[in-house]
């Protein structure tokens, strides 16, 4: 896994925050990426990137969680599906293959590459989806980690 740090502009998303328990988490992720999907749709748009959850906290039982897709442009949110933005700014970045279960292995991993460089997070967890386990074995699902850093 290849971890590095870069630069990003600003992204433009729609999106929907929700508060969930890890359990529920992939029935809320579905349901908030179909409702994104089906308003994108009726404004004749297209996501402009793979959908996206961030993780505001990481507290098992009451995650605070952004579920989205990034946009072309800015669009108007209807309802509880938000206009917003991944903000600009430094993100540790990685590229990872695996099953979900398992990505405890690569924020560790990503932790102690930032400790060793003097990155410090920022409290943002973002993980950008480019297939899904409806589509590939899980060995095979591929997540971007997204970590913003200061």
Request: proline share 8%; charged share 25%; hydrophobic share 35%.
């Amino acid at each position: 896994m290849q971890i590095e740090c870069r630069e990003q502009n600003a992204v433009p998303v729609l999106m929907v925050r929700a508060r969930t328990a890890m359990k529920n988490l992939p029935q809320v992720i579905g349901e908030n990426y179909q409702k994104i999907m089906g308003y994108l749709t009726t404004l004749g748009e297209q996501p402009a990137d793979a959908p996206y959850t961030c993780y505001h906290n990481m507290d098992m039982d009451d995650l605070d969680v952004e579920m989205g897709y990034p946009v072309g442009k800015a669009l108007p949110g209807k309802g509880d599906i938000l206009a917003g933005e991944i903000p600009a700014g430094r993100y540790v970045t990685a590229m990872y293959t695996g099953p979900y279960t398992e990505m405890e292995k690569p924020y560790n991993e990503m932790f102690a590459w930032m400790k060793d460089k003097g990155y410090e997070l920022t409290g943002l967890y973002y993980e950008v989806y480019y297939n899904s386990p409806e589509e590939v074995p899980e060995e095979e699902l591929l997540t971007k980690i997204m970590l913003p850093v200061k």
